[in-house]
């Protein structure tokens, strides 16, 4: 092909790489060049041609082929209306909404008698660190932010198939022949090798339905601050339906990673299908090999709207799957509290380990209990 | 970039000049790809990229490499991925045993001090090197380059995957007693992942990435023609269908393209000539292998799956 048909080729490939990172793919340069080589191999006047050369190239998830589609139907269709997501509606909110399962306590009071919330934003630390989420302040917030992130969410640790050097285990043929040439061929000192110990991943599956909405910002919050530390961290968030956010939250400036999770959130305080988005994760990630061996929590009050069945029945499955299987329950920490709700009276019986977390302490409960360090200590729920 | 690729075949079969005799080609080798998948290989050979393959377990991604192998006449050399793995098992490892051994022969024959080193020189040669299959891929002489299967890239450490990253990109490793060995022509390399966690990015980057799905009832009855060609049409049509069900039916694994051909072959072994409720139950372990699956499948649709 001749240069005079390259360059505008070339310059397309560059437009729609432009308009495609707009909409949220990673259509980095060097993608967009091996884009713009592939349709030089192909017939640019055939749509079918054009379009694969992009998803081949352009795309790396099938995540990424719902805007992929709209986004081509754009710019080489010239059809209309490509909705780039944008920011939601509903901003993340840790005032309380109306419908919230915990009444309005303290902060409603601190605020109507306005003084008194300042004398709170200068509570000392440990005061803070057993406030519960739904009563701190938004300087609070700040504070308790910067706290977590010292909070290591590492797993208990497993055998990993990778041998490092060692004092005993296996036999090192490759170290030990080494030394063997130093003492002229005999194998005096002999080598070995031992399996390393890794950490477990972690998999978070937070539900940020209505009900939640008190805790689920700082929690997310929270789930950023372990993502980022880079332990092998999964983070998925479940509304009415299930969104990984992983990668959106592996940057490390909290702000902008709140800020990419949200956008990928869309039914930010929706309704609750916890059993469907459950039943989801294993589906699609967690038989698949994501679950297995690893600590799974999951952070939600148990409500559900759906059938209690589906949930009990993806709880039993992660339980085979999984190393141990946390619940996080916020309301948990009510006195008196009993799991009366349908979907976590379903979700008990396949859970190790039962936790509040509704303010700092008992998140650093929840790294206890991922580490494995004395279970028993935590209470088990059997 | 794209002035070396130009006017060069890449690693492309003689006749195949635009996507749709790649389709024809794979088709002759028994493999019925989609027009995406087709222009992904063609791509990949052309440009001679890796081609990254990513999609349910058994709709066949190793097959490509399979029917590639074949169509190129050239070898497939498969790595096999799995947690742990590292450079002496996928690239190269001295034959220690038999370097002990050449030792004690040297010193049974009196070597004296001063051929020590002269010994040593010998010891790290190509006589006790066993090549893994990088090393073969990259090593591999013949008219056209060999097929490298990187299988289930998923299940290898972020260590290996930051080590295949170096290997994709140049194709040649350096071995200390040796030296650099590059491969004369880049292999066509295949990845494949079941997606039990993301392959990171820069990996995937330097692939084209193509996500296979399970085929639509039509390429089923015709892939279960062209692959078991022994069984009778009715039946065929009959397996595809129920096979396309089992897919709606919510299970824990729906069955791939790979449990479809069992089946047809196991029903063919039994001389089956049509689908009913007595051959389903005596073949299921062929298609659903969770029992709760079986279960499922069993008390509500026994009827459904034969009926047409």
Same mark, same amino acid.
């Given at each position: ?49 054009? %379009? ?92 308790? %932010? ?20 060692? $004092? ?21 000192? $002999? ?131 999984? $190393? ?59 | ?93 001295? /034959? ?18 001063? /051929? ?84 990171? /990015? ?107």
């Amino acid at each position: 092909m001749s240069s005079e048909t390259a360059l505008p080729i070339l310059r397309m490939a560059v437009t729609f790489g432009r308009l495609l990172r707009r909409a949220g793919l990673a259509a980095v340069p060097d993608r967009v060049v091996s884009f713009a080589s592939a349709l030089e191999e192909l017939d640019v006047t055939n749509r079918e041609d054009v %379009y694969w050369a992009g998803r081949t190239t352009l795309c790396s998830r099938p995540e990424d082929f719902e805007m992929y589609e709209r986004a081509f139907g754009v710019f080489w269709e010239g059809k209309q209306g490509l909705k780039v997501p944008s920011p939601p509606q509903k901003k993340m909110s840790i005032t309380l909404s109306p419908d919230s399962v915990q009444p309005p306590k303290k902060s409603a009071e601190s605020n109507e008698a306005g003084h008194e919330a300042v004398k709170l934003r200068y509570s000392p630390v440990d005061i803070l660190r057993r406030k519960d989420f739904a009563d701190c302040t938004p300087e609070e917030f700040a504070e308790l %932010y910067r706290l977590m992130a010292d909070i290591n969410l590492a797993g208990a640790m497993k055998r990993s198939r990778r041998l490092e050097p060692a $004092h005993r285990g296996r036999h090192d043929a490759r170290r030990t022949l080494r030394g063997a040439m130093r003492t002229g061929g005999e194998p005096i000192r $002999h080598r070995y090798r031992k399996a390393r110990d890794r950490p477990r991943r972690v998999v978070l599956l937070l539900d940020v339905s209505g009900s939640m909405a008190t805790y689920s910002r700082a929690l997310l919050r929270f789930m950023h601050a372990s993502v980022a530390s880079g332990e092998p961290v999964e983070a998925f968030v479940m509304g009415t339906r299930l969104t990984r956010v992983t990668r959106e939250l592996t940057t490390r400036n909290p702000d902008r990673a709140l800020r990419e999770a949200s956008k990928a959130i869309e039914d930010w305080s929706g309704g609750t299908r916890l059993g469907d988005t459950v039943k989801e994760f294993v589906d699609v990630w967690g038989q698949r090999g994501m679950a297995r061996g690893a600590v799974v929590v999951v952070l939600s009050d148990g409500w559900d709207r759906g059938e209690v069945e589906v949930l009990a029945d993806a709880m039993r499955r992660i339980h085979r799957l999984a $190393h141990k299987v946390i619940w996080v329950n916020p309301l948990k920490a009510a006195p008196g509290y009993q799991p009366l709700a349908r979907g976590m009276a379903a979700a008990l019986p396949y859970v190790d380990v039962f936790l509040s977390g509704h303010n700092f302490e008992s998140l650093q409960e929840l790294a206890y209990a991922v580490a494995g360090a004395s279970d028993d200590t935590i209470g088990r729920s059997r | 970039m794209s002035e070396a690729v130009n006017g060069r075949r890449g690693a492309l079969p003689p006749g195949v000049s635009h996507s749709g005799e790649m389709r024809e080609k794979l088709q002759e080798g028994s493999y019925l790809a989609g027009e995406g998948l087709a222009t992904a290989i063609f791509l990949a050979l052309k440009l001679e990229k890796p081609l990254f393959l990513e999609g349910e377990a058994g709709v066949g991604k190793t097959e490509v490499a399979k029917v590639l192998s074949r169509m190129l006449q050239t070898p497939l050399i498969r790595l096999q991925c799995y947690e742990g793995i590292d450079v002496n098992q996928a690239v190269y490892e001295w /034959d220690y045993a038999r370097q002990l051994l050449h030792i004690r022969t040297a010193e049974a024959l009196g070597t004296t001090v001063g /051929d020590r080193s002269r010994l040593e020189d010998e010891l790290y040669t190509r006589q006790f090197l066993v090549n893994r299959p990088l090393l073969q891929a990259i090593e591999h002489k013949g008219e056209n380059p060999p097929i490298l299967l990187i299988d289930e890239v998923d299940r290898a450490d972020d260590e290996f995957e930051a080590f295949l990253l170096e290997i994709l990109s140049d194709y040649s490793v350096t071995i200390p007693e040796i030296g650099t060995v590059g491969a004369e022509r880049p292999p066509v390399a295949i990845l494949t992942s079941n997606r039990t966690r993301e392959v990171h /990015d820069a990996l995937k980057r330097r692939c084209l990435y193509f996500f296979i799905d399970h085929p639509d009832l039509e390429r089923e009855v015709e892939i279960v023609r062209l692959r078991v060609p022994d069984a009778e049409e009715g039946l065929t049509r009959q397996i595809a269908r129920a096979v396309q069900r089992l897919r709606g039916m919510d299970l824990y694994k729906p069955p791939g393209v790979a449990e479809t051909l069992d089946w047809t072959e196991a029903l063919v072994a039994l001389g089956a000539k049509e689908l009913d409720e007595a051959l389903i139950e005596a073949t299921m372990g062929s298609v659903l292998k969770y029992h709760e699956d079986q279960q499922r499948v069993l008390l509500q649709s026994l009827s459904l799956l034969a009926g047409s």
